[in-house]
């Protein structure tokens, strides 16, 4: 018996699975920070398992577990804010 062949996922498909848009996947894609993809030609698919475990990977119990200005949190906006011009 032949194992059936692996089905791959769209940049759509994948997005949906961790609730981003297909812009969101290519800013990932370019930034390095998303799930592995396959590039054949100029078609991006990703493997469902690799997707699922990127997406488990991002799991937080707590903001508290976050670090860094990039992660949110009461300490990241204070070092985004831009200082008022004073009157």
């Known amino acids: 018996m032949r194992n059936k ?10 997005g949906e699975i961790v609730g981003r848009r ?5 800013k990932y894609r370019g ?4 799930p592995a993809y396959y590039k054949i030609g100029h078609v991006v698919i990703y493997r469902r398992a690799d997707v699922e475990e990127w997406k488990e990977k991002r799991t937080v119990t707590s903001t ?5 200005p990039h ?9 985004r804010r831009k200082p008022t011009p004073e009157r």
Not at 5 to 14: H, I, S, V
Not at 71 to 79: I, L, N, P, V, Y
Request: hydrophobic fraction near 25%; charged fraction near 35%; charge should be positive.
């Open 5 to 14: 062949p692996e089905r791959f996922l769209t940049p759509k498909e994948a």
């Open 22 to 26: 297909p812009r969101t996947m290519e």
């Open 31 to 34: 930034a390095g920070t998303g």
């Open 64 to 68: 508290k577990a976050r670090t860094g």
């Open 71 to 79: 992660q949110g949190g009461a300490d990241a906006r204070k070092t």
